[in-house]
């Protein structure tokens, strides 16, 4: 079986962002379609070392692989509802929104930057898998972007 990535469905990925809309009506969570831009473009950018994050929180092996297990390989959606760190959340220490298509023009960008440089964002760990593989990384980001999307109906 195979597993939808950043470095194979970008192309679905931009083009879904494509039919984003400002004014787009989200399906559960508390951001506007802007703020989930500039928190979608933040995770990227956090992630390449272009944003300061705050330390991550060691999690037991064991725990930490069968969460990312569950995250990057489990049949079923991300759920909603899950916290997000405050450097990538808008009300809480994340870019603020300002121009809208100059804000997913910086999501294109971040999103390119990231699955180019997967070999450096790859000896970061992830804030609840740990270590991640690059193409666990590109699961990752496309799973995310996919998650936020569906949320406003892409």
Partial sequence: ????????NRDELLDRLAGLRADASRRWGKMTAHQMVCHCTDAFR?????????PTASRGPIRARLIKWIALY??????????????????RGGTRPEDFERDV????????????NLAVVSVRPH??????????WARWAYLHLDHHFRQFGL
């Avoid at 079986?1 to 194979?8: G, Y």
């Avoid at 956090?46 to 705050?54: D, F, K, M, Q």
């Avoid at 489990?74 to 009300?91: C, F, H, K, N, V």
């Avoid at 804030?127 to 193409?135: H, I, N, T, V, W």
């Fill in 105 to 116: 023009a910086s999501l294109k960008r971040a999103t390119d930057r990231f699955a180019k």
């Fill in 46 to 54: 956090n992630l390449l070392g272009e944003r300061p994050t705050a």
């Fill in 74 to 91: 489990a049949p079923t959606p991300w759920p909603r509802g899950i916290r997000t760190r405050p450097e990538a959340d808008q009300e």
């Fill in 1 to 8: 079986m195979t597993r939808a990535n950043l470095l194979d």
């Fill in 127 to 136: 804030f609840m898998f740990g270590k991640l593989s690059e193409r666990e």
